[in-house]
């Protein structure tokens, strides 16, 4: 199994692989998440990056810019994605970090914000018509933690209730249906 750096990094390079291919015309295009349309959901994964970024480093977080990407989003994106990997390459494995949640080792913080970039990696995908690619072990991972946090996911408000989960679903089934995505074919 991979680190958590690792899948974190992984989960990174989908997305900048997804914004890199978003066409001008697609940048108005409706998202998976109601609220948002592309360029705003990149404008959300850019400030969610900022915001791992600051607790990487021990800063405070700036208020939230959530779904603000700029006249150029490709570019909001990749300062964004540039600035948590500095963050990241500078801080030990056995760091124990600041955040919202309370202290956490680097790892724990890293498989808790992962589900952010994986799953609207996934949204944006679906929206500009790619074929989300998620990868499995992250899923595994992520999967585990939505599990164990149950109703309170949707409770945040950030997330749809859960639909049907059933025990032929795949885990990628099963993680996008428990946080309120229809799946669709790989």
Same mark, same amino acid.
């Given at each position: 199994? %991979?680190? *958590?750096?690792?899948? $974190?990094?992984?989960?990174?390079?989908?997305?900048?692989? /997804? /914004? *890199?291919?978003?066409?001008?015309?697609?940048?108005?295009?409706?998202?998976?998440?109601?609220?948002?349309?592309?360029? &705003?959901?990149?404008?959300?994964?850019?400030?969610?990056?900022?915001?791992?970024?600051?607790?990487?480093?021990?800063?405070?977080? =700036?208020?939230?810019?959530?779904?603000?990407?700029? @006249?150029?989003?490709?570019?909001?994106? =990749? =300062?964004?994605?540039?600035?948590?990997?500095?963050?990241?390459?500078?801080?030990?494995?056995?760091?124990?970090?600041?955040?919202?949640?309370? &202290? #956490? +080792?680097?790892? *724990?913080?890293?498989?808790?914000?992962?589900?952010? +970039?994986?799953?609207?990696?996934?949204?944006?995908?679906?929206?500009?018509? %790619?074929? @989300?690619?998620?990868?499995? &072990?992250? /899923?595994? /991972?992520?999967?585990?933690?939505?599990?164990?946090?149950?109703?309170? #996911?949707?409770?945040?408000?950030? $997330?749809?209730?859960?639909?049907?989960? %059933?025990?032929?679903?795949?885990?990628? &089934?099963?993680?996008?249906?428990?946080?309120?995505? =229809?799946?669709?074919?790989?």
């Amino acid at each position: 199994m %991979s680190t *958590a750096r690792d899948r $974190y990094l992984r989960a990174l390079d989908r997305v900048d692989d /997804v /914004v *890199a291919r978003v066409r001008p015309a697609q940048w108005g295009l409706a998202t998976p998440c109601p609220d948002w349309d592309v360029r &705003e959901l990149v404008g959300h994964l850019a400030d969610g990056q900022a915001q791992v970024a600051a607790m990487l480093r021990g800063t405070p977080a =700036r208020p939230g810019t959530a779904g603000r990407a700029g @006249p150029d989003p490709t570019a909001a994106w =990749r =300062r964004a994605r540039q600035e948590v990997v500095a963050a990241l390459a500078a801080v030990a494995d056995d760091a124990v970090l600041r955040t919202p949640l309370g &202290e #956490l +080792p680097l790892p *724990a913080l890293l498989d808790t914000a992962v589900v952010e +970039p994986l799953l609207h990696g996934w949204d944006l995908a679906t929206a500009v018509g %790619s074929t @989300p690619d998620l990868d499995p &072990e992250t /899923v595994e /991972v992520t999967l585990t933690g939505v599990r164990a946090l149950g109703d309170r #996911l949707a409770g945040t408000g950030t $997330y749809a209730a859960a639909l049907p989960v %059933s025990d032929g679903m795949t885990a990628r &089934e099963q993680l996008l249906a428990l946080t309120g995505r =229809r799946p669709v074919a790989p």
